[in-house]
């Protein structure tokens, strides 16, 4: 279990990008209001603001991921911050999942936790980021 970790932040170390790498004008603007620097209670309430939909913020274990699907099944806004995505390889495989659904319209890695936004309109982005 600590080799897995440690494997995946030297890779989330590697292809964590900043500000500067972001090309899309949308992510670029969300990235600088809501996410840099702030906490992750700020963030939450900076995100829920701009998307004007509900933060569902909750770790993620076998019960939400059912839940989850479901929820991205509704086709309403929505998005979820989910927490310990690397917590270990059950985890992680189940974070791959939930991110390679099509209703999902963005997606972030921050090694820690992850990001789903589910909003019709945008198009498909997927990222890794620093905080």
């Known amino acids: 279990m600590i080799w897995f970790k440690f494997k995946n932040y030297l890779k989330y170390i590697y292809k964590a990008k900043n500000e500067y790498s972001i090309h899309s004008p949308f992510m670029f603007e969300t990235y600088l209001k809501?996410?840099?620097g702030k906490t992750e209670k700020e963030m939450i309430e900076k995100l829920n603001e701009r998307f004007k939909c509900e933060v569902l913020n909750m770790p993620l274990n076998t019960?939400?991921?059912e839940y989850?699907?479901?929820?991205?099944k509704s086709?309403?806004?929505c998005m979820f911050y989910l927490k310990r995505i690397y917590r270990d390889r059950e985890t992680f495989k189940q974070?791959?999942?939930?991110?390679?659904?099509?209703c999902i319209t963005l997606d972030i890695?921050?090694?820690y936790?992850?990001?789903i936004l589910?909003?019709?309109?945008?198009?498909?982005?997927?990222?890794?980021?620093?905080r």
């Open 113 to 115: 936790a992850g990001l």
């Open 75 to 77: 086709k309403n806004p």
């Open 118 to 130: 589910v909003k019709n309109g945008l198009k498909r982005q997927s990222y890794i980021l620093k």
């Open 95 to 102: 974070w791959e999942y939930l991110r390679q659904q099509k």
């Open 109 to 111: 890695n921050f090694y």
């Open 34 to 36: 809501c996410i840099k």
């Open 68 to 72: 989850v699907l479901n929820t991205l």
């Open 63 to 65: 019960n939400m991921e």
